[in-house]
């Protein structure tokens, strides 16, 4: 079962999206998830469950000018 990630097929349906984000390394203090065109607030990243065929945009938060 597999979701797309950055435009990107992982294999990662059946996790939570916290699980995926924390062992892929992000810092999620630095970005802002999307799950099938809708933004998931972090306080849901433990309870959303990523299914097959999910497509998740990850976009890291940059500072600067």
């Known amino acids: 079962m597999a979701i797309i990630i950055n435009g990107e097929k992982v294999e990662a349906a059946g996790k939570t ?11 999620t203090r630095g970005i802002a998830v999307e799950r099938n065109g809708e933004i998931v607030p972090r306080s849901r990243y433990a ?3 990523l299914r097959d065929g999910d497509r998740i945009e990850l976009v890291h938060c940059v500072a600067g000018g």
């Open 47 to 49: 309870s959303t469950l």
């Open 17 to 27: 999206l916290a699980d995926y984000l924390n062992g892929a390394g992000y810092d």
